[in-house]
């Protein structure tokens, strides 16, 4: 099944720094998301991408959706303590007759020191 | 606040037990996914509905099963619980299939 690859798995950086993640597939997405987790609560969208070459930005957030549409990055300037948490990438591919399927990757575990 | 309701927050169960956990979508989202996460395997896509009709499966034990009612809430029941059945449990809805997916807070569960 598609499989995407996400890194890094974690990073440990400084209030103010900026940080840079991003995921790759060896299929094609029509869409890429990103979403926020933090602890015990579900996942909170970030950034939806629809279009290759699309880059979008929500504050200090900015993501890209690749030329090939089988990649995607984010990036997040001037870090402060509240972006700690775990980054996932999606991407949605059509499966056909209107179904949608979505695949996750194992995320990015950010931690912010101030 | 995603909109979507998951209940309950947090469950204990002994292996062998039964189970139901709820979901509520968002308001006007007719798909209804449900999502497993444990520590090592990440966000697992277990399965989906449409406007009450199954329409994607995913990695979903035949212990588990789900359903969507007329009102479009959803339940989860899994049944003959294992230990590795611990995690949190996820619900999600989208208003199409093609459209990003919000996510409740999850069910949390422990089987002991």
């Known amino acids: 099944g598609q499989q995407l690859n996400q890194s890094p798995q974690s990073m440990f950086i400084q209030e103010g720094e900026d940080v840079s993640m991003n995921c790759t597939s060896s299929?094609?997405?029509?869409?890429w998301l990103w979403y926020k987790q933090d602890p015990g609560e579900g996942p909170v969208l970030l950034i939806a991408?629809?279009?290759?070459?699309e880059l979008t930005s929500n504050g200090r957030l900015t993501a890209q959706f690749g030329i090939t549409r089988k990649d995607s990055f984010l990036n997040i300037s001037a870090s402060i303590p509240s972006d700690v948490g775990i980054y996932f990438c999606?991407?949605?591919?059509?499966?056909?007759?209107?179904?949608?399927?979505?695949?996750f990757g194992k995320g990015t575990l950010l931690t912010v020191n101030p | 606040d995603s909109g979507v309701t998951q209940t309950p927050k947090h469950l204990i169960t002994a292996t062998g037990q039964r189970v139901t956990l709820r979901c509520s979508p968002r308001?006007?989202?007719?798909?209804v996914y449900w999502y497993q996460q444990s520590l090592d395997q990440g966000l697992q896509f277990l399965i989906q509905?449409?406007?009450?009709?199954?329409?994607a499966k995913g990695n979903i034990l035949e212990r588990f099963s789900a359903q969507q009612f007329p009102d479009l809430h959803s339940e989860l029941n899994l049944s003959s619980l294992e230990l590795g059945d611990s995690a949190l449990y996820f619900c999600?809805?989208?208003?199409?299939?093609?459209?990003?997916?919000?996510f409740g807070n999850g069910t949390r569960l422990t089987v002991t």
């Open positions: 999600a809805s989208s208003d199409t299939g093609g459209s990003p997916l919000h």
């Open positions: 299929s094609i997405f029509n869409t």
């Open positions: 991408l629809y279009k290759a070459g």
């Open positions: 999606a991407g949605l591919a059509d499966s056909g007759g209107s179904n949608y399927k979505l695949t």
């Open positions: 308001s006007g989202d007719l798909s």
């Open positions: 509905y449409y406007n009450g009709e199954e329409r």
